[in-house]
């Protein structure tokens, strides 16, 4: 029991020693393993900043959006408006928001707009946020335009029939599909002898966050082709694969830089473990001769390194988060450095601290492989 105790105590003073007299080859471990730790921080700083903006982007509603479009002509325009599907209940475990609307075949009048689309509701979409009517009432029509009138007042003239309008903003999704500067908006059974003679169906479509836009699209696309529909989509389909693409870019470039410093630390701790050995050879021959176990002087060699490299990574975290903040609070720094700084100087996310600690820990465990060459060797190669 007492060996248990007194041999790594011996060792424990013999390595204080050796580091009082020789402080360059700790100073070296715990150096070398700071500076790469800051600029692997560094980098998976800028790495996260860039991630979470492009987090926000792939979150955003009109990158997410899929949108449909479908001309019916006159032939199928009275069969589709009275026996037609409705498609919210087939993409319902799908869409987070579905939005149908029909244009007529001709253009309105407003206020203060000319020839502007006519769209005609059914059930009013939920973006539009239509005032509800009490049952029997009639349905109001709706401007939407980018500027509403501020009391809210106005009319929509269909050929040369006026009649009174709600003015509204206009819906992000809406404004989103339409360059027009406003859009008219009438209850479907006002235009429906329009509408038989053909129109446009649009689908404004928001697929669930955990729904694949790429996927739903897919879906949508072979619905319609089982119908026997021609319906042209478009989405960011592309526009999010290359952001994702980005992403998994990001996580091999993480992946590089800690193979990287895995293969600077086995060299340069290698390097100096071997010249540590050398010094140290005679002693640890000694102590072999006494009874000591090999696995004493190989685990007392890996804590000792480990506790130098992992005392560099933490100081290297600590720098960056004090000293940057202390940048950012004492010094006058530009707007668009200033949100990557603050990115940066967060702190790392534990996917980083993981890869780190894996590089670390393995050029620790590599960096030890002249110790246990040396320590395979006879005592009485050392001894005299």
């Known amino acids: 029991m007492m060996s248990l105790i007194s041999i790594p105590a011996y060792l424990f003073k013999n390595t204080l020693q050796r580091w009082l007299e020789n402080p360059a080859s700790p100073l070296t471990k715990a150096v070398i393993t700071f500076l790469f730790a800051v600029l692997a921080l560094l980098i998976f700083g800028v790495f996260q900043h860039f991630e979470s ?107 040369e029939t006026k009649i009174p309008a709600i003015s509204l903003p206009y819906p992000p999704l809406l404004r989103a599909h339409y360059n027009s500067p406003a859009v008219a908006m009438v209850p479907s059974e006002i235009i429906e002898p329009l509408l038989e003679r053909g129109f446009a169906q649009f689908q404004i479509i928001l697929p669930k966050e955990n729904t694949s836009t790429a996927e739903l699209e897919t879906l949508i696309k072979t619905h319609a082709h089982a119908e026997g529909r021609r319906i042209h989509v478009t989405s960011s389909v592309e526009v999010l694969n290359k952001l994702q693409e980005f992403l998994n870019n990001q996580k091999s470039a993480r992946l590089i830089i800690g193979a990287v410093i895995t293969a600077i630390l086995s060299l340069t701790l290698g390097s100096l473990s071997l010249l540590e050995f050398r010094q140290e050879q005679y002693l640890f021959a000694l102590l072999r001769s006494f009874g000591v176990r090999k696995s004493y002087l190989f685990i007392h060699y890996l804590l000792e390194t480990a506790t130098l490299t992992y005392s560099g990574l933490w100081l290297a975290s600590y720098s960056i988060t004090h000293f940057i903040p202390f940048m950012l609070q004492h010094y006058d720094i530009d707007p668009k450095a200033y949100s990557l700084l603050k990115s940066i100087a967060a702190t790392p996310v534990a996917e980083d601290y993981k890869t780190l600690l894996t590089a670390i820990t393995l050029g620790v465990i590599i960096s030890s492989i002249p110790v246990v060459l040396g320590l395979r060797k006879q005592t009485g190669l050392f001894l005299p």
């Open 53 to 159: 903006q492009i987090t926000t982007q792939l979150k955003r509603d009109d990158l997410r959006i899929i949108k449909t479009q479908e001309q019916i002509y006159s032939g199928n325009a009275q069969r589709r408006l009275h026996n037609g599907t409705d498609e919210s209940y087939i993409w319902k475990d799908y869409t987070e928001s579905f939005n149908s609307f029909l244009q007529a075949p001709l253009l309105a009048d407003t206020l203060r707009y000319k020839n502007i689309p006519l769209l005609s509701y059914d059930t009013p979409p939920p973006f539009a946020k239509i005032p509800q009517t009490e049952p029997g009432e009639p349905r109001p029509f709706i401007v939407f335009s980018k500027h509403p009138i501020k009391y809210g007042s106005d009319y929509i003239k269909i050929q």
